[in-house]
């Protein structure tokens, strides 16, 4: 049987703050909704100006949902942030803001329904985050109610219990914006069924320079404290004076908004969408622009807050996976413009995979990628031209380093790469050049400290993964090469096993277009002529392991297998092709081992995969596999295990599934699927297998005694990026049926 293990996931987070939450009870920071625990109610808000209120019940190991309420906002607007709470006499109050500039206060008047009883005014732009929390731990403490808002302002308001009912007082839900409403301090009077409470503003917070997105209480060894994350690129922490009672900020993390350049105001994109505390209160975590989490911890001995290792992932569609020639990285490329290089760090006894250099940061959707050599990578873009990067000294140097992984060319290579100024390639450095002399050093310890301000912020030593700060700026490779020729946007790219050649397509209407072009990667020159097979878009090229033959798919529903010319080793003629290999378009090829003959597979939108012998001819197929939906990605294994052919198939709906096929007959003789929870949940983009050397024994013993003999990479238009362990158990009875290990 075939097995899987997810071994690591990486996605970048959803912009909206309610969607990540650190639970306090598990520790994990997940992404959630937050759910009023002790009545389990839900509140959540939509693009269609409603509130509607939920009731949770966990019944036989299933949720059930009950709709309580619908409420309509008034006046109409969109509810950007809700916050819950429970008052001491178990009334519920609902504060919710969004795209006005007003932030109302809903309480249950009678038993059955919630009711808006004031509109807080004061801020003058969009409320984007509230938060409530009892002042103190003691019974019968006042409640505290944070607003923050596009106005670049925290507002806190006090909820205190009156000691005797009063019911008197103006409408308190009027919506007539006056001007002294936004600087008084009138009391708003919240009636419920058994208590009055009043509700007054208690402090105005100032400090940052851009759009606040969210803020979160949290009570440590008795004082309670505020924390809040900007498009500033800062995240502040506020706490009370305990001699003046003055809300002042007592420590800022991240970056000042003048280093930035920008503000949200004027177009950027940047800063912190999200902060939360950990359930220690020692912790904060923050996501970024990037899709990345950064990680603070408090050191209480050296009364300062340090960086720890964050996660990060791509924030769009992650379009194209390829390995390393050796399997010791893995990279991948999408549509947030991003290349990342994805590496496994050993330490303390286990192993965690890490994102260890951004190669390449563009200004088009990046399409396609595939590594040339052993520190060398292409990528195809939204653009009409491919680039050629090279690895530069300090990521060499930091890989060996941390994932042990060597390079012998490492002293020939650049010291870093820089962006000058106004210029949109990745320049490199090299050793004794002014950039060098300027911060682009050779390792990450010599990097020069933060420009903040904000403390006393130094770069720290290169032990562990680089965090969000060094990735964005400090890991870019060298750009070699640029490729021209195509008339569209590159839509494939694959390199030669032995490095020597790169084929490119891109994107085409007309058989002009549609051509494969080629070009030697000695002096990067195109070679002549170009492969012409197919009448529309190229959407996958494939090398086989030999570099003999190159393998193309199309739009057109055919495939083609092109062959090196025994003549002239530099060119490519036409093998086979087939006009009609499927009944819609064909969106993947891979080669199977040469030990198996030359056996190949094409995936297409018509639900099948389908093997086929190039020394049987183009007419028929020797194996046709059924999928539930359009496939969208295949991939064998390049080593026979245990005898068998392994081949991974991907779908439109994100299902996997590995297909154990007996190489003389050609039969399926077992299929598996990866479940529904450890699988995508949109499109699977790519599927590559981890490379190991052709005469290494890929088997390795599992954590659970298991067999596990290689890993398997996916990438998905759900923004993920996976790396499953795969393995077998033993066969049984000589019948080819498998089980367990």
């Not at 690591?8 to 639970?23: E, L, S």
């Not at 916050?83 to 519920?92: F, K, P, Q």
């Not at 990279?331 to 991003?338: I, K, P």
Request: hydrophobic share 35%.
């Amino acid at each position: 049987m075939v097995r899987f293990r997810v071994d690591h996931i990486a996605a970048g987070g959803n912009r909206h703050p309610a969607a990540a939450q650190w639970d306090e009870v598990a520790g994990f920071l997940a992404f959630g909704s937050g759910v009023l625990s002790d009545r389990q109610i839900v509140a959540s808000g939509g693009a269609d100006a409603t509130i509607k209120i939920w009731q949770l019940n966990y019944a036989a190991q299933r949720l059930e949902t009950l709709l309580l309420q619908t409420i309509e906002t008034r006046p109409k607007f969109i509810p950007l942030t809700i916050a819950l709470s429970t008052l001491e006499s178990g009334t519920t109050i609902l504060t919710t803001g969004g795209t006005k500039a007003d932030v109302y206060v809903y309480a249950t008047k009678s038993e059955h329904s919630l009711e808006r009883q004031m509109t807080l005014k004061g801020h003058e732009g969009w409320v984007r985050s509230l938060a409530i929390s009892k002042e103190t731990d003691e019974s019968g403490s006042d409640l505290l109610l944070a607003s923050a808002s596009q106005d670049k302002y925290i507002r806190i308001w006090r909820i205190h219990k009156n000691p005797t009912p009063t019911t008197t007082g103006r409408d308190q839900s009027s919506d007539v914006v006056d001007f002294e409403d936004l600087l008084s301090n009138k009391t708003h009077h919240l009636v419920t069924p058994s208590d009055t409470y009043s509700m007054t503003f208690e402090a105005l917070l100032i400090g940052h320079d851009d759009w606040i997105y969210t803020v979160a209480w949290q009570r440590n060894a008795g004082t309670l404290r505020l924390l809040s994350a900007s498009a500033d690129n800062s995240l502040a922490i506020w706490a009370s004076d305990v001699a003046s009672g003055v809300w002042v900020c007592t420590t800022r993390l991240g970056e000042i908004s003048a280093q930035k350049g920008s503000t949200t105001a004027t177009g950027s994109m940047g800063g912190f969408w999200i902060g939360l505390w950990s359930p220690d209160g020692q912790s904060v975590a923050s996501l970024g622009t990037t899709g990345s989490w950064r990680l603070w911890t408090h050191d209480k001995d050296r009364k300062r807050w340090n960086y720890g290792v964050g996660i990060s992932g791509h924030t769009k569609s992650v379009m194209d996976i390829a390995w390393a020639r050796d399997g010791s990285y893995l990279l991948s490329t999408g549509s947030d413009q991003t290349t990342r290089l994805h590496a496994e760090w050993a330490k303390g006894g286990y192993s965690t995979w890490h994102e260890f250099a951004r190669p390449q940061i563009h200004g088009y959707d990046l399409n396609c990628i595939d590594v040339v050599g052993p520190s060398t990578l292409v990528s195809g873009a939204d653009e009409k031209l491919l680039r050629i990067f090279d690895e530069p000294k300090a990521t060499a140097e930091l890989l060996q380093r941390l994932c042990g992984i060597e390079n012998i060319r490492k002293q020939s290579l650049p010291v870093a790469a820089s962006i000058p100024v106004l210029g949109l390639s990745n320049k490199a450095v090299v050793e004794g050049s002014e950039d060098e002399a300027q911060g682009h050093g050779a390792s990450f310890e010599h990097l020069p400290s933060h420009p903040t301000g904000l403390g006393d912020v130094k770069r720290r030593e290169a032990d562990q993964p680089p965090i969000e700060d060094d990735l964005a700026r400090h890991t870019l490779w060298p750009e070699r090469e640029k490729l021209y020729g195509h008339g569209y946007e590159i839509s494939a790219v694959a390199a030669s096993h032995d490095g020597s050649i790169i084929a490119t397509a891109c994107r085409a209407s007309s058989l002009e277009h549609a051509v494969i072009r080629l070009f030697e990667t000695k002096e990067w020159r195109e070679l002549k002529p170009s492969l012409v097979a197919h009448t529309l878009t190229v959407t996958s090229l494939s090398f086989s392991i030999d570099s003999q033959h190159l393998l193309s798919t199309g739009r057109d529903r055919q495939w083609a297998v092109f062959e090196k010319d025994e003549t002239s080793p530099a060119r490519f003629r036409v093998k086979a092709k087939n006009s009609k290999a499927h009944t819609r378009m064909v969106l993947s090829g891979c080669w199977a081992p040469i030990v198996a003959g030359r056996l190949f597979v094409t995936g297409s939108r018509d639900k099948t995969s389908k093997v086929w012998d190039l020394a049987k001819g183009t007419s028929h197929t020797v194996l046709t596999i059924s999928a539930s939906a359009p496939v969208t990605a295949v991939d064998m294994v390049p080593n026979l295990i245990r005898g068998m052919l392994l081949l991974a198939v991907a779908t439109e709906t994100g299902n996997l599934s590995v297909h154990v096929i007996e190489p003389s007959s050609l039969n399926t003789m077992e299929a598996y699927t990866l479940e529904d929870i450890s699988s995508p949940i949109q499109s699977i983009t790519g599927l590559s297998w981890r490379p190991k050397s052709l005469d290494q024994d890929l088997w390795q013993e599992g954590e659970d005694h298991g067999e596990y003999f290689g890993q398997l990479a996916l990438s998905s238009k759900d923004c993920s990026l996976r790396i499953l362990s795969v393995g077998l158990g033993n066969r049984m009875h000589g019948n080819g049926a498998w089980n367990d290990a």
